[in-house]
C-alpha cells in the first residue's frame, strides 16, 4: 500500500480529474462499493461448515445471490472504462496514449492478484499458489475491454459481444457443460495443472472457475458494462432500461438450452446477470443522481482495491498466527451460536471484516485518500 504522501499524490490527480469533463457517477461507486462489500461478506466466513445458502454459489448449474457479486464487478469495471475513455478520446486524447494507460493498469492488477495468491500459499499451510485469480481475471477483461471501447465504434462493441457469446455458446455445445466433462476442464488439466483452483493428482484433472476459456464469457460482461456506461453518460436511461430487461429475459429463456452457471460463465449466465446489473445500475443512478439520496457504499467503491487486498491480506495473517480461531471462537462463535446457530456467528464474523473495511474506507474518504493501482 502507498504512504500516506502517495495517497495525497492520487487525492490530487482525482481532483484534477474532477475539474476536467470526464464524469464522476455517485451510483457507479455507490453500485462498486455494495459489490466490494458483498465479495467480502461472500469469501470470509468464519467457519466454512456452517454458512447460509445465499452466501454460497451454485454447487453448479443455477445462480444464488453469491453469483451476482462478481459480474456485477466486472459490470462495473465495464461502466468506469467507458466513462474514463470516451471523455479522453472526445478531447482528442491518443488512443495509444490512453491503451499504455490501460495495460499499466491491467498489469499492475494481474501482478496484485499473484502476489495475494502468494501471501496465501506462503501463510496458510493448507494453500498451495493459484496462478488464476478474481484480479488476474479483472486485470485481462480490462485489457481486452479496454482496447475494444479504444478502438471499436459502437456498432462493432456490439458485433463482438455477439461473437463472444456465439463463439463461447458453440465452444460449450462441444465440449459439453456436465463438471466432469466441459472445454475449462480440458483445457485447465492440459495448460494449468497444479496451478489451478482444483487439481487431482492421481488422474491429473484440474479446474479453475477463473480459467481463460471461462474469461471469454467475462469479457462479454465487461463489454456490456462498456455500453452501459456510454449510456450513462449519454443520459439514454431508456436504452439502459430496454437492455436490462430485454437481457435478462434473454438469459432466462437461454437457460433452457444452455443453463445459466458462473463456474463456466455460460452465455446464459452473462445474459442474466448482465441484465439485471443493468437494471441495478438504473435504480441507483435514479436515486443518486437523479433524486439526490446518498447512496451507501460510496466511500468503500471508491478505495475498492484497498478494501479487497486489504482483507485478504488480513484474513492470511490472522489464518497463519491462528489468531482468527481464537477470535472466532471468543468474540463470536461461543456466544453467538447457542442464541442464534452457527450459520449466524459464522456471518457475523464475515459482516465484523466488511464493517472493518468500510469503516477504513470512510476514513480515508473523509481525507481524500485513495489507493489505486
Not at 475513455?85 to 499473484?114: H, S, Y
Not at 494453500?127 to 479504444?150: H, K, M, N, T, Y
Not at 437492455?243 to 463456474?263: E, H, M, R
Not at 471468543?330 to 456471518?347: C, D, K, Y
Amino acid at each position: 500500500m502507498r504512504t500516506s504522501a502517495g495517497f495525497r499524490r492520487g487525492f490530487r490527480m482525482n481532483n484534477r480529474a474532477a475539474a476536467s469533463p470526464a464524469p464522476r457517477f455517485a451510483s457507479v461507486d455507490a453500485l462498486r462499493g455494495l459489490t466490494v462489500a458483498a465479495m467480502l461478506l461472500v469469501n470470509d466466513a468464519g467457519d466454512w461448515s456452517h454458512v447460509y445458502p445465499w452466501l454460497e454459489h451454485a454447487a453448479w448449474n443455477g445462480c444464488n445471490p453469491a453469483d451476482y457479486i462478481f459480474p456485477f464487478f466486472l459490470f462495473v469495471a465495464g461502466v468506469s472504462l467507458a466513462l474514463a475513455l470516451e471523455p479522453a478520446l472526445e478531447r482528442g486524447r491518443a488512443p495509444a496514449a490512453l491503451r499504455r494507460g490501460v495495460l499499466g493498469r491491467a498489469a499492475r492488477l494481474f501482478a496484485a492478484g499473484l502476489f495475494l495468491h502468494a501471501a496465501a500459499a506462503l501463510l496458510i499451510a493448507e494453500r498451495s499458489f493459484r496462478l488464476p485469480g478474481v484480479l488476474q481475471r479483472i486485470a485481462l477483461c480490462v485489457a481486452l475491454a479496454g482496447a475494444i471501447a479504444l478502438y471499436r465504434q459502437p456498432r462493432t462493441q456490439w458485433v463482438l459481444l455477439g461473437l463472444l457469446l456465439f463463439g463461447h455458446g458453440a465452444l460449450l455445445a462441444w465440449g459439453g457443460t456436465a463438471p466432469d466433462a466441459n472445454p475449462e476442464l480440458y483445457f485447465d488439466s492440459a495448460v494449468l495443472g497444479r496451478l489451478a483452483y482444483q487439481y487431482d493428482a492421481a488422474s491429473g484433472r484440474a479446474f479453475d472457475p477463473e480459467g481463460l476459456v471461462s474469461t471469454l464469457g467475462a469479457l462479454a460482461t465487461t463489454v456490456l458494462g462498456l455500453r452501459a456506461g456510454h449510456w450513462l453518460r449519454c443520459g439514454d436511461l431508456g436504452a439502459l432500461a430496454r437492455a436490462g430487461f430485454l437481457t435478462a429475459a434473454a438469459g432466462a429463456a437461454l437457460d433452457f438450452v444452455q443453463p445459466i452457471n458462473k463456474a463456466l460463465w455460460t452465455p446464459a449466465y452473462v445474459l442474466w446477470t448482465g441484465g439485471i446489473a443493468c437494471l441495478a445500475l438504473l435504480a441507483a443512478h435514479r436515486l443518486a443522481e437523479g433524486r439526490g439520496i446518498r447512496l451507501p457504499g460510496g466511500a468503500l467503491g471508491r478505495n475498492a482495491m484497498l478494501a479487497y487486498a486489504g482483507s485478504w491480506l488480513l484474513v492470511c495473517v490472522l489464518a497463519a498466527t491462528g489468531a482468527d480461531r481464537w477470535l472466532y471462537a471468543h468474540a463470536f462463535a461461543n456466544w453467538l451460536t447457542p442464541l442464534a446457530g452457527a450459520e449466524f456467528a459464522s456471518a457475523a464474523w464475515a459482516a465484523a471484516i466488511v464493517a472493518v473495511w468500510w469503516l477504513i474506507a470512510i476514513a480515508l474518504d473523509r481525507r481524500g485518500w485513495y489507493w489505486k493501482i
